[in-house]
């Protein structure tokens, strides 16, 4: 039996009808909760509860927890190893450490959050977060709304999460994870959900709130910046993509199966439907591991992860985008012009694609990767030039000195992160999402110059 | 199995079915011509011969039309899928799309642009042409000036067959409509009191009325009028959905909404399917219906195998009149089984819409670029 109550927030109430008024009110009711208690406590009780939260949800046993594993992968997104499997690596994250490196990293002293900070007399400055944060998640990924939420949290904000209709399960329980473990920081912490595009609640909300913060398309985002008035902070965070990258000593420095394993590592978390999974995998052509063989290899690795941590169901639309690529490879396959087709049988389960044409390419996603030749980083940074703009990770398997040398052209090219293959869905907590800081973008400085 | 070894061979056999109209033949005939152009077009056509090899689904082993390896819509970008040698590609069709590398083509020699035709108008006029058709109007470039689209020829077939009605190809070499010259040919069918068929993309149709609309226009074509829309919309005007289209044409042209017909057909087919048939009441739920010599499968994605009526998956169809191409075709196009028919659902994009994996732009063409064209 659950200890406690799951009616809470708004998106707990079956059937409310949300009106323009009760966005006015909820929000009013947040900003009063903040002053009340999220701006009198410290980082430390902040942060203390936040790591509880995620230690709670990294117990197994964890009623919450079960209940987001054990809810229909329609409503999550994924089916129940998948989504086991994201949460530990999300909340692994949560340590104290990280959390005040965060805010070392982010505003050079944790303790200007709450005074002029004392690292310098000749610059005292103070941050302050917003009054009241709206944020409008993603409907892919439960872990960006998690990390969202802490942000706010840590920023003393009041925070409304609105969430796309059918998608505010696991924001919600987490948001009952906060409640349980404080129910103070809760109390400025409303989730709801409706269908994106409601201009009448979501211009209430957009009025309310100091912030948006907006991940979604590049459509979504970019409607709703479109609508907010000049000078109401916003950021958004739209399309990306990412890619693997396979260095040709890269297996005598770690071996072959490593690669393996790492590359399907990433292509299996969170059924590539992150911004941060890779759609193409380049393989250096010239080294002792062609990509022929590591695509041979790959497939056979994601064969055996369907047997333990298997992807589950898809929708028609997204199986049928698999079924027609797969059908065009498989023509192409079967006349030898270049393209080379693994596939799970009678399933749409995996799908690894080796292909000599270089250009990038989107994968329909779900567990289908692309594997292509290259012959050095700069002939990738020149393929990938329509795409600069887009890059979120390259994930790179090579020895530590290349991993370094590659991060130095390709960060100086455009790439915001690049890390060791295998982590690409497993950024650190104080990661800057698409080159951007992760708290600086939404607080605001006072720098106070005094006589001395 | 009828045993074709030749083009001609080919050509008449179907022909012959085809003559025989609505009139429905046995499924044995079906399977029987199915497995014969298989055949002739396994050995014709080497790129399908290898995919069929890959498979283990030859001449040899396929007994049942069901079991003919399909070729997907996209296979006809990059390659030639035609029994027809270099020489005698007199004619190409091409889908939509802005290069041609990005574009299906689908060669014909005349005797295949034959059956082509013999198909298409044989459907049409079971379904669009009753006694109250009068006049014609093609929101559509002549076919002179879209030599390449399957839909304009189509067209073209249309008007010279009906060619005692009078008719007017109403958009220029790029589908542009001379709006003011369509208002006056609608304005004239009305006081004259002759009906008219309109016929056009749900594009060309939402062009006509947003300029029918801010110019303050309203018909009321004369009874027995009727329209006929078509695929997608390309970017090339605003996506309205198909109710919300229908309600426009019924309010500014004035046309019953049993005698708007929707057409699905593109250019790697030959055949096309209608969701009505003027006369009839038509209630919904509107089905599609393919002719008796092409047949439409709603396929698993999963395993590519028939699924349940009432299930949803990818639409096949195995058209007989493809005679020079590829009889068996996976469409990206999804739908829901009917014991009668299908519904068309939309289409199996990239997943796109569940979060921030960005579609590239070449990409999103390629896979968008299914135009009846």
Known sequence: ?452 | MTSLSTLTDACEAVMTFISRGNESPPAVEFNQLALGLFGFQFTQNEAYANLCQSEKRTPDTVTRWEEIPAVPTRAFKSFDITVLPEADRQTVFRSSGTTHSNRSRHHHNPATLSVYKASLWSWFNEHMVDEAVGRLLFLFPKPSEAPESSLCQMMGAVAKHLAKREHFFAADALWRIDRQATIDFLHDATTQNEPATVLGTAFSFVHLLDFMEAENVELRLPAGSAAMETGGYKGRSREVTKPELHRAIVERLGILPERILCEYGMCELSSQAYDGKLGQANPAPRLFRFPPWARACVVSPETLDEVAPGQAGLLEITDLANVGSALCVLTEDLAKRHEDGFELLGRAKLAESRGCSLMNLNHARAITGLFPG
């Not at chain 1, 490879?329 to 080379?340: D, Q």
């Open chain 1, 1 to 452: 039996m659950l200890e406690q109550s799951l009616d809470y927030f708004l998106a707990d109430k079956q059937g409310a009808v949300l009106s323009d008024t009760l966005i006015t009110e909820a929000c009013q009711t947040l900003r009063t909760n903040r002053e009340e208690y999220l701006v009198q406590i410290g980082n430390e009780t902040i942060i203390s509860k936040l790591v509880e939260a995620a230690s709670l949800w990294l117990s197994p046993d964890y009623e919450l927890r079960k209940m987001a594993l054990a809810a229909d992968p329609e409503t999550t997104g994924f089916p129940r190893e998948v989504l086991a499997a994201g949460l530990d690596a999300c909340f692994s994250e949560w340590t104290q450490e990280n959390f005040f490196g965060l805010l070392g990293q982010e505003f050079g002293d944790a303790t200007r959050l709450q005074s002029f900070g004392s690292l310098s007399s000749h610059s005292l400055a103070m941050v302050h977060g917003p009054q009241l944060i709206a944020h409008v998640a993603p409907g892919n990924l439960p872990v960006p709304v998690f990390q969202s939420i802490a942000f706010g949290l840590l920023l003393r904000s009041a925070q409304f999460v609105k969430c796309a209709s059918g998608k505010s399960l696991l924001p919600r329980l987490f948001g009952h994870t906060l409640h349980y473990v404080d129910p103070g920081l809760a109390s400025a912490l409303e989730i709801a959900e409706w269908d994106g595009g409601n201009e009448t609640l979501e211009g209430e909300l957009y009025k309310e709130a100091d912030c948006v913060v907006a991940t979604g398309s590049d459509k979504t985002v970019g409607a709703i910046r479109g609508r907010l008035p000049l000078g109401k902070r916003f950021v958004g965070y739209g399309h990306r993509v990412s890619l693997g990258y396979v260095e040709q000593l890269a297996n005598e420095v770690m071996g072959t199966q490593t690669i393996i394993n790492r590359a399907a590592h990433d292509v299996v978390a969170w059924n590539q439907q992150g911004c941060l999974s890779p759609h193409v995998i380049y393989v250096e052509e010239f080294g002792n591991l062609k990509p022929e063989r590591f695509a041979e290899m790959l497939a056979e690795e994601l064969a055996a992860r369907s047997e333990t941590i298997p992807r589950g169901e898809l929708s028609t639309k997204e199986a049928g985008a698999i079924a027609n690529m797969r059908r065009f490879y498989k023509i192409r396959s079967a006349n030898n012009v270049g393209a080379i087709l693994w596939e799970s049988e009678d399933s749409t389960e995996w799908t690894v694609v080796q292909e000599d044409e270089k250009q990038f390419q989107n994968s329909p996603l779900n567990r289908f990767v692309f594997v292509k030749p290259i012959e050095h980083l700069d002939e990738l940074m020149h393929i990938l030039e329509p795409y600069r703009e887009s890059i979120s990770t390259v994930g790179i398997a090579a020895s530590e000195a290349k991993l370094r040398e590659f991060a130095l052209k390709l960060g100086a090219w455009g790439v915001p992160r690049v890390c060791p293959l295998g982590k690409m869905q497993r950024p650190p907590l104080a990661w800057r999402h698409d080159g951007r800081p992760a708290l600086g973008d939404l607080i605001r400085w006072t720098d106070l110059e005094t006589i001395q």
